[in-house]
């Protein structure tokens, strides 16, 4: 494993030169999942919910979300994303014990550097405006397993997850 990026020579935290880095397409899709009671997920599926269509809103989030990660993360560069998509589905699909939403964020840029903290920040935004939508009904809604799934482009090449769900 190479040293962190995000320190110099005296470990001082710095944000990453990347002026001399090649402009390529970079994509990265990132997952996670929001558990919840029965009726709760009923609820969404059948666009009842007082607060709207959870799942519209949450995917308008989830893309806000990818877009603000500079402003979030403090050594993130800002980029300029060609591409937001949000994606949602019934977690049963990954896991039949289970019950809630998938969420499935993919970015994509062409850069310098990558959009894996934007991938990752799309899905913790979506997730997170589902729990606030529906908190009125399931305040104990719990979110799991957020991570990247793949990463493409630039010099360190690919990355694939060994295990997807």
């Not at 994606?87 to 977690?91: L, T």
């Not at 039949?96 to 993919?106: D, N, R």
């Given at each position: 494993m190479s040293a962190l990026t995000h320190f110099?020579?005296?470990?001082?935290?710095?944000m990453v030169d990347v002026a001399t880095k090649a402009a390529t397409?970079?994509?990265?899709?990132?997952?996670?999942?929001?558990e919840m009671q029965p009726a709760t997920l009923a609820l969404i599926e059948s666009g009842t919910a007082k607060k709207g269509d959870v799942l519209g809103i949450a995917r308008?989030?989830?893309i806000q979300g990818a877009k603000k990660t500079s402003d979030l993360i403090p050594l993130c560069h800002p980029l300029a994303l060609t591409r937001v998509a949000i994606?949602?589905?019934?977690?049963r699909a990954h896991d039949?014990?289970?019950?809630?939403?998938?969420?499935?964020?993919?970015v994509e840029t062409v850069g310098p550097t990558g959009v894996e903290m934007e991938a990752l920040t799309a899905v913790q935004v979506a997730?997170?405006?589902?729990?606030?939508?529906?908190?009125?009904?399931?305040?104990?809604?719990?979110?799991?397993?957020?991570r990247v799934l793949e990463k493409h482009g630039g010099k360190s090449g690919s990355y694939v997850a060994t295990r997807v769900g």
């Open positions: 110099d020579a005296q470990g001082q935290a710095h397409h970079r994509v990265a899709i990132a997952c996670g999942r929001i308008i989030a989830g994606e949602f589905e019934d977690s039949p014990g289970a019950t809630g939403i998938f969420c499935t964020a993919t997730l997170l405006t589902i729990y606030d939508m529906c908190k009125a009904v399931d305040r104990g809604m719990s979110i799991h397993g957020v």
